[in-house]
C-alpha cells in the first residue's frame, strides 16, 4: 500500500508541475488508472519469470528484475493486486531560446529483503518541441521537434486559449506509465 501511495503521489506531482507551467497558456490532461487482482499460475525461481492469470482469464508472464528481493515469497496460488496508471499532459510554457529535446526517466521502488513483496515502476518520457509557425484563423501550429522536423498540428476548437500561444514557446508532452504490484498471500 505504501508503494502504491507512492506512484500516485509522484504522478499527481508530475501533473501539478504541468499545470503550474501552464497557467495562462493551453494545457490538457488525460489520465487513466485500472486495478486488478491476478492469480499466480507458476512460477520459475530460476528464470525469474511467474505468470499471472488475471479476473478475465488472460495469462501473462513477466521477468521479475534481479534487484526483487523478495521472489522466494511468490507462490502458485497467490493473489498479486496490480495498479496501473496511465497519464498524458500536454501543455505550452514560454519559449526561453531553450531547444526542443527529448528524455526518458524510470523510476523503480522494490520492498526490502524480508518486507511482503510489493513494487513500483514508472516510466516517464518527455518531449519539447518549439512553435515556429501559428495560423489563428485555421487553427494550425508548426512545432520543431528534438531531431529538427517540422510538423504541422491542427488544434480543436475545444482547445482553451490557443490565441495565448507564441511563436517561441514551447510545447510539452509528458507521458507516465506506472505499474504497482503487492503480494497478497494465500
Known amino acids: 500500500m505504501k508503494v502504491q501511495r507512492r506512484m500516485l503521489g509522484f504522478v499527481l506531482a508530475l501533473v501539478i508541475s504541468a499545470a503550474a507551467y501552464a497557467q495562462d497558456k493551453p494545457g490538457v490532461v488525460l ?43 511468490v507462490a502458485v496460488g497467490d493473489n498479486v493486486q496490480i495498479r496501473y496508471l496511465e497519464s498524458t499532459a500536454i501543455f505550452v510554457t514560454e519559449g526561453q531560446g531553450e531547444a526542443p529535446s527529448a528524455g526518458q526517466a524510470d523510476v523503480v521502488q522494490l520492498a526490502p529483503k524480508g518486507a511482503p513483496a510489493e513494487g513500483m515502476v514508472a516510466k516517464v518520457t518527455q518531449i519539447t518541441a518549439t512553435v515556429e509557425a501559428i495560423n489563428y484563423e485555421e487553427r494550425w501550429v508548426h512545432l520543431r521537434g528534438p531531431r529538427g522536423r517540422l510538423v504541422k498540428v491542427n488544434v480543436p476548437e475545444e482547445a482553451e486559449r490557443f490565441p495565448n500561444i507564441r511563436v517561441g514557446d514551447q510545447v510539452v508532452v509528458r507521458h507516465t506509465e506506472a505499474i504497482a504490484m503487492k503480494l497478497q498471500k494465500q
Open 31 to 73: 489520465a487513466e488508472e485500472k486495478e486488478t487482482v491476478a492469480k499466480v499460475e507458476g512460477v520459475n525461481y530460476q528464470t525469474r519469470m511467474v505468470t499471472l492469470r488475471g479476473e478475465d482469464g488472460d495469462v501473462v508472464t513477466i521477468k521479475v528484475p534481479d534487484e526483487a528481493q523478495n521472489l522466494d515469497q
